[in-house]
């Protein structure tokens, strides 16, 4: 019987509906609202029970809040250079609003917030704008020689800015869809082995031999997701800092 009322509704899972009953429906308070604000909270719980202990051999909470605060300011320091250390707390902030996005997502009965397209380009929307402002801030009008690459031949003006505009405005384009689609194909994939191993084990004796196949690429799949997530949040976080090195210094 379970095979026969077993389907595939591999986007189902992104569905958003309202959660905390009345007052979650009053003001639309979706369960990707609650999976961000508790993001917020671990970010904000690991940063201050890391901190705060300030031990000279640091315990495993500290080491680890002391581990992500310098690998963000390297990564700072070193894509931007030494006048990037104030988008410090920006990029931090980003990288583990991502991170930990991508990473609840994979718990059993939880909801991965970065695999909408809103909730994306929502934060590429906000780093391509705070590049632009960093840029007219620090050049004033000389920001859109950007568009005109030095040497070119005035002739080919009509070509190169147009194609040099397009390709800055699609930076929040590439941002959020690489990441949003990184996120729904390896749901959509969990989904899939999911739905194939219950009705194979919906068929007996013989289903269940079959179910371990797609049991099996589950298990290997949950580790390339671990690598996925991790890997997403850090290159959204490094092209972050590539943007903001291009508006430092104009180039």
Same mark, same amino acid.
């Given at each position: 019987?379970?095979?026969?009322?077993? &389907?595939?509704?591999?986007?189902? /899972?992104?569905?958003?509906?309202?959660?905390?009953?009345?007052?979650?429906?009053?003001?639309?308070?979706? /369960?990707?609202?609650?999976?961000?604000?508790?993001?917020?909270?671990?970010?904000?719980?690991?940063?201050?029970?890391?901190?705060?202990?300030?031990?000279?051999?640091?315990?495993?909470? /500290? $080491? $680890?809040?002391?581990?992500?605060?310098?690998?963000?300011?390297?990564?700072?320091?070193?894509?931007?250079?030494?006048?990037?250390?104030?988008?410090?707390?920006?990029?931090?902030?980003?990288?583990?609003?991502?991170?930990?996005?991508?990473?609840?997502?994979?718990?059993?009965?939880?909801?991965?917030?970065?695999?909408?397209?809103?909730?994306?380009? $929502?934060?590429?929307?906000?780093?391509?704008?705070?590049?632009? @402002?960093?840029?007219?801030?620090?050049?004033?009008?000389?920001?859109? &020689?950007?568009?005109?690459?030095?040497?070119?031949? @005035?002739?080919?003006?009509?070509?190169?800015?147009?194609?040099?505009?397009? &390709?800055?405005?699609?930076?929040?384009?590439?941002?959020?869809?690489?990441?949003?689609?990184?996120?729904?194909?390896?749901?959509?994939?969990?989904?899939?082995?999911?739905?194939?191993?219950?009705?194979?084990?919906?068929?007996?004796?013989?289903?269940?031999?079959?179910?371990?196949?797609?049991?099996?690429?589950?298990?290997?799949?949950?580790?390339?997701?671990?690598?996925?997530?991790?890997? /997403?949040?850090?290159?959204?976080?490094?092209?972050?800092?590539?943007?903001?090195?291009?508006?430092?210094?104009?180039?």
């Amino acid at each position: 019987m379970a095979a026969e009322h077993a &389907s595939i509704d591999a986007l189902g /899972q992104f569905k958003l509906h309202t959660v905390l009953g009345p007052i979650g429906a009053s003001v639309n308070f979706t /369960q990707s609202n609650l999976l961000m604000v508790i993001a917020s909270a671990l970010i904000l719980a690991l940063m201050y029970f890391g901190a705060r202990p300030r031990a000279v051999v640091p315990g495993r909470l /500290q $080491a $680890a809040a002391e581990l992500a605060y310098d690998f963000i300011y390297r990564m700072v320091s070193d894509q931007i250079g030494h006048e990037g250390r104030k988008f410090f707390p920006f990029v931090f902030t980003l990288f583990f609003f991502v991170l930990f996005g991508n990473l609840l997502g994979l718990l059993p009965f939880s909801f991965t917030y970065t695999s909408h397209i809103a909730v994306t380009a $929502a934060l590429a929307i906000t780093v391509i704008v705070l590049v632009t @402002i960093v840029a007219l801030a620090i050049h004033g009008l000389h920001f859109f &020689s950007y568009f005109w690459p030095s040497g070119a031949p @005035i002739a080919l003006a009509p070509i190169i800015v147009p194609v040099e505009i397009i &390709s800055y405005l699609s930076r929040p384009v590439s941002l959020s869809i690489r990441l949003f689609a990184n996120m729904v194909a390896g749901h959509v994939m969990f989904e899939v082995f999911a739905t194939f191993m219950v009705m194979m084990a919906g068929a007996g004796a013989v289903g269940y031999v079959g179910a371990v196949g797609p049991l099996a690429m589950n298990v290997i799949m949950m580790g390339f997701e671990l690598l996925v997530a991790a890997l /997403q949040a850090y290159v959204f976080a490094v092209l972050t800092c590539i943007y903001l090195h291009d508006a430092v210094h104009l180039h």
